[in-house]
């Protein structure tokens, strides 16, 4: 997969969310260049509680920068409509994947609060401006995520893995990497581990769970980073009678500032 | 009313919960040196993500440490008794407060959920650290709380006002005080306001909503943090069926330290 446009790190978010609802599907890494992107989990009213706990209880994964109430479509962050105006979304009914569609409009319900969780994407333009390459960038493809052997801290129904994100980072720029985003603790903020993908259970780091493979080249560590996929993962565990999230990669891009999430 | 006990910043967590269990009723401002102190609201399972989505979208005066599930009565940072272990609880019914009592043993129902919200006592040694003084521990009194006029977000059946906490700090000191406390995010952070009372609608400076008033001395400005007694305010202002909270200055004395919540 790559991005569609050239010049869509330029678009505003009201613009890139207009593409989407047209039917447009791609990664949205690089997207609407200074605004924050989200990762998208809705489940019913019912289960509310429980998610925004496991979010609470974990938040370098589960980082929420918004929430609905029940039968709301849009937030205080996001101006359009949840249902259509992310490029793609993952429809789940007893944890299984049953669809993965452009819109959702046929499978909303009235019930469903929607969590908006911060995603590292927010922090890729400070590391490319501090000089850290950012592989999936220069690829053009969807950033690699693995599910890890690390368990979240459970909330009542709801359990499963912490998700990570991979970028290579050269060894002579991890500091710089673990610096810039120590700044943007509401978006997943420091890495959780440099190095060795066996220490945290990713037996093939050629195989991401979701997303795309990137090169890793010589002297070039893996640093991986807690993942907005997280609450998926635990959706796919705990089995909930039914939820919907956003595509892997393919985010909702909101009308907060990257900027707004950044600590002095 | 002061503390009872001039050792009391020198106790563990332990210790001065064994206190407060026994009977003790007293502020604990200044207490147990090093340790968080946590404001109490619990609400029926019902209520219980309405609150917290209250807090996730006030998390100013509402910064949730810990929650538990319905039924817990203690918490990953609290290794005790949430029912008898604070030295004095609020308990409300529609809005009312009904009883106002050193233990909740006889209240407390199965289907309550618990938050533990920041406390700015977390922050009060590092202002003491830094030269600020900090009037009510030199007085050995309850910190001064008022309520705003400025309305929290609301979330679903909860609403209400901003409760702000007041220490005077003279004017040379104002800006440590702000680099101070922007430290601590996690447990209000910087001030809301410096100055002028009645931008915040406070009538009075001279009679708290909660707690005990202070001098203010020539030279000093009343400097306002958000206050973890706005979910009590909300409950009075929503008018739930049932809540129980702390009474406002006797906090729940959590195994959390203080610098856990201090960012670099």
């Known amino acids: 997969m790559t991005t569609a446009d050239r010049n869509s790190s330029g678009l505003t978010p009201h613009e890139a969310r207009a593409r989407f609802r047209d039917g447009l599907k791609v990664p949205t890494a690089g997207w609407c260049s200074g605004w924050t992107q989200a990762n998208l989990i809705a489940v019913p009213r019912d289960l509310a509680y429980d998610m925004l706990l496991f979010a609470q209880r974990n938040p370098a994964p589960c980082p929420v920068l918004d929430a609905t109430e029940p039968g709301e479509t849009s937030s205080a962050i996001f101006d ?3 249902r259509t105006d992310l490029p793609g979304y993952c429809v789940y009914e007893r944890g299984q994947l049953v669809a993965e569609v452009d819109s959702v409009r046929d499978y909303w319900r009235d019930d469903l609060v929607a969590f908006l969780v911060g995603c590292s994407f927010t922090f890729e333009d400070a590391l490319l401006e501090a000089g850290v390459p ?4 220069e690829a ?3 950033v690699p995520m693995y599910r890890t052997s690390r368990p979240c801290r459970p909330a009542g129904r709801i359990s499963g893995p912490l ?3 991979m970028r290579p980072i050269p060894a002579d ?4 990497a673990v610096r810039v985003t120590s700044r943007y603790p ?4 420091a890495p959780v581990h440099v190095g060795d993908p066996k220490a945290l259970g990713i037996r093939d780091i050629g195989r991401p769970d979701f997303g795309d493979p990137v090169q890793i080249r010589p002297g070039e560590l893996p640093v991986f980073w807690a993942c907005g996929v997280t609450p998926q993962a635990a ?4 089995r909930p009678p039914f939820a919907i999230g956003h595509a892997p990669g393919m985010m909702a891009v909101t009308d907060a500032r990257d900027s707004s999430y950044l600590v002095p």
């Not at 950012?134 to 960038?137: E, M, P, Q, S, T």
């Not at 509401?186 to 903020?189: E, L, N, R």
């Not at 959706?235 to 705990?238: L, N």
């Open 186 to 189: 509401a978006v997943h903020g």
């Open 235 to 238: 959706v796919m565990q705990s």
């Open 163 to 165: 998700v990570v994100s």
């Open 80 to 82: 359009g409509d949840l």
């Open 134 to 137: 950012v592989r999936h960038i």
């Open 140 to 142: 053009g493809t969807n």
């Open 173 to 176: 720029l991890v500091a710089t």
